[in-house]
Structures are given as C-alpha cells and as structure tokens.
C-alpha cells in the first residue's frame, strides 16, 4: 500500500547541473502532478497530466520538463539547475482531473541549488 | 491578488479547545474546496473535502462552506497536540489553488 513514491528525498546539485525527480503511483490514478513548496508561498503547480500521454504547464513551469512514462510514472527534470529552483517537490495524484477529486502526495523530494 | 488567502498564524489554542482555521478565496465559479494537514517536514494529507454550501462534519473536523462569502472553515473539536500541524485550504477554479497555510498549536 504504497501510494505515491518519490525519489529522491534529498539532493544537493551544483548550479548547472542536471537531474531528474522520479514518482510512481500505485492507485490506478489517472492524473499526476508537480508542485513546489516554498517559505510563505504555499504549494505551486509546476506541471501535470490530466491523463497518460498528456502534459500541461502549471503555475511556475520555466527551467523544467516533465515526462508520463505510463500511467503509473510521471517524471520532473531540471535541465540546467538554479538556485532559485531550491525547494521541496511534491509529486501528487488524483483519481481524475475534476473537480471533485483530493489529491494523495508523495512524501516530497527536499532539492538544494548551490 | 492571492486566489486563495489564510492566515498564516501561529494559532495557538488550549487542549481540548475548539480550534478555527478560515480560507477566503477570489473567485466565484469556484466549485470544490479541500483541507489538507501537514506535518512539520511531511507531506499533505487530505481530511476533508466540501462542495455544497453548509457543513460537513467528519469526526472531530467540520468544514463549513459560504460561497456568497466566499469563505470556507475547518474548526477541529476537542483539539489534541496531535493536531498541531499547518492547515492547508485548497480551492478548484478548474485548477487547484493552495493556501500558504495556517500553522496551528496546540498546548497541552
């Protein structure tokens, strides 16, 4: 009983480098996210997918990239890391992109830009 | 304009007290609303969800919706030190919107 898993919890990058946020649910969800949490600012939506085989910008999506590798899987890349992108990533999911639906969150990768 | 707004705290009040946490939020066509509790240096878990104005009671949690007011409430009954986490107010317009939170105590 799992949930959503993400990988890895910390990580500490050089500015310039390079890496990947990895998340897999195991509920058969439908829809995935990307968030980041910062001091004061909430929770802001960086990428999602409605459904396997489509993604969508967020709120905040600039210096990422996102990948639906199948349903269960939904990856956030950071091409060339800065230290503004310090922060915890949440992966999230939900039965279906609507309205009615609460999301279930991963346990959150804690990511330093130095 | 922030969508959603809450106070960020700390709110602090006595075991065993009634513990009150609002949420305002901008826009009107907004249809489903959502507290989530968040542990110090965890995740968010969701707790309640309310989409019809009135309350929803849960347990020890009630949710309360008025969406002429444009304002949605979590008081939480017979409040435990367990309970002191940070309270996030989540409001769709279409997309999720998420609170910054308020930062709740609770003292023994």
């Known amino acids: 009983n799992a949930g959503v898993t993400q990988t890895p919890k910390f990580q500490v990058l050089k500015t310039g480098q390079s890496m990947t946020l990895q998340c897999a649910q195991d509920?058969?969800?439908?829809?995935m996210y990307w968030y980041r949490q910062d001091p004061g600012m909430g929770l802001r939506l960086i990428y999602y997918?409605?459904?396997?085989?489509?993604?969508d910008k967020g709120e905040v999506p600039n210096g990422y990239n996102v990948s639906r590798l199948n349903k269960r899987e939904f990856s956030l890349r950071l091409e060339s890391a800065a230290p503004s992108q310090t922060s915890v990533y949440f992966c999230?999911?939900?039965?279906?992109?609507?309205?009615?639906?609460?999301?279930?969150f991963g346990s959150g990768t804690r990511l330093t830009v130095v | 304009q922030k969508e959603v707004e809450q106070n960020s705290g700390p709110l602090s009040v006595p075991e065993g007290a009634i513990a009150s946490l609002n949420c305002t939020y901008s826009?009107?066509?907004?249809?489903?609303f959502f507290w989530y509790r968040q542990y110090s240096g965890k995740s968010p878990e969701l707790i309640m969800s309310?989409?019809?104005?009135g309350d929803k009671e849960d347990g020890r949690f009630t949710a309360q919706l008025n969406k002429a007011s444009q304002y949605v409430s979590l008081l939480i009954r017979d409040s435990q030190p367990s309970d002191s986490a940070t309270y996030l107010c989540?409001?769709?317009?279409?997309?999720?919107?998420f609170g910054s939170g308020t930062k709740l105590n609770v003292k023994p």
């Open positions: 999230a999911s939900s039965e279906s992109y609507g309205y009615n639906y609460g999301y279930t």
């Open positions: 509920m058969n969800h439908n829809s």
């Open positions: 997918s409605a459904s396997e085989g489509t993604t």
């Open positions: 826009d009107r066509v907004s249809q489903s």
């Open positions: 309310i989409y019809s104005n």
């Open positions: 989540a409001v769709n317009f279409n997309k999720f919107y």
